[in-house]
């Protein structure tokens, strides 16, 4: 079983700045891919950044690219979501994911989210 939990949503401004950080349990954290995914009200779910085992190998929603920068340290069983240049659609609760396949396609364990709203 791996827990996760999500910190760093908060209130900001367009044109400012968050980092999410997903803190996870158990001894096998460097060889689940791990990936970050929102939902705003009303819309569907919908994967904002995913990361790989190696890390070399990264994918990023159409929305997001140039702009949010996903990344881990398995030292400290963590992945981070860098969001810049924030938008208003970007409001939503996001949610850290990890797939213990390692592959990135089969995400089973889930955070509880963490409330990121961006005002204009």
């Known amino acids: 079983q791996v827990q996760l939990v999500e910190s760093g949503g908060g209130l900001v401004q367009a044109g400012g700045s968050l980092r999410l950080s997903c803190a996870a349990s158990g001894r096998s954290f460097s060889s689940y891919a791990m990936g970050w995914f929102r939902q705003a009200p009303g819309k569907e779910r919908e994967i904002v950044a995913r990361?790989?085992?190696?890390?070399?190998?990264?994918y990023y929603g159409d929305s997001v690219k140039g702009r949010f920068t996903i990344s881990r340290d398995n030292a400290k069983n963590t992945v981070y979501l860098q969001m810049n240049s924030l938008k208003p659609e970007d409001t939503a609760v996001y949610y850290c994911a990890a797939d213990p396949t390692g592959w990135g396609s089969s995400f089973a364990y889930w955070g509880q989210g963490t409330q990121v709203t961006v005002s204009s």
């Open positions: 990361i790989i085992v190696t890390a070399v190998r990264t």
